[in-house]
């Protein structure tokens, strides 16, 4: 069975960065694509950025490309979010994802990736 644990999470305060980590088990993810999603109180799941297991095809959501980095270890099994320039508005619940149907370029549609990580907060202060 596949599994996803996010970590990373925190405060921090704007302009200042993190590093979130999903590590996944249960099996080999070589033609997986991996997903970053947020979701913010009151708000839609929102896709932040992904990429191919292979560490090909990386996507971002308009309003953090430039300042977020998603890649791969594919020696750890680890999937990683490098946020910079954090904004107070990037508060959010991160969740990684998977999606085992290995779409390239990722998909933006949290439908697309069938298992989900737990969760990591990410609080951004002003």
């Known amino acids: 069975q596949v599994q996803l644990a996010e970590s990373g999470g925190g405060l921090v305060q704007a302009g200042g960065s993190l590093r979130l980590s999903c590590a996944a088990s249960g099996r080999a993810f070589g033609s997986w694509t991996m997903g970053w999603f947020r979701q913010a109180p009151g708000k839609e799941r929102e896709f932040v950025g992904g990429i191919s297991w292979s560490a090909s095809w990386p996507r971002y959501a308009d309003s953090v490309k430039g300042r977020f980095t998603v890649s791969t270890d594919n020696a750890k099994n680890t999937v990683y979010l490098q946020m910079n320039s954090l904004k107070p508005e990037d508060t959010a619940v991160y969740y990684c994802?998977?999606?085992?149907?290995?779409?390239?370029?990722?998909?933006?549609?949290?439908?697309?990736?069938?298992?989900w990580g737990q969760g990591t907060q990410v609080t951004v202060s002003s």
């Open positions: 994802a998977a999606d085992s149907g290995g779409r390239r370029p990722p998909v933006s549609l949290p439908a697309a990736y069938e298992t």
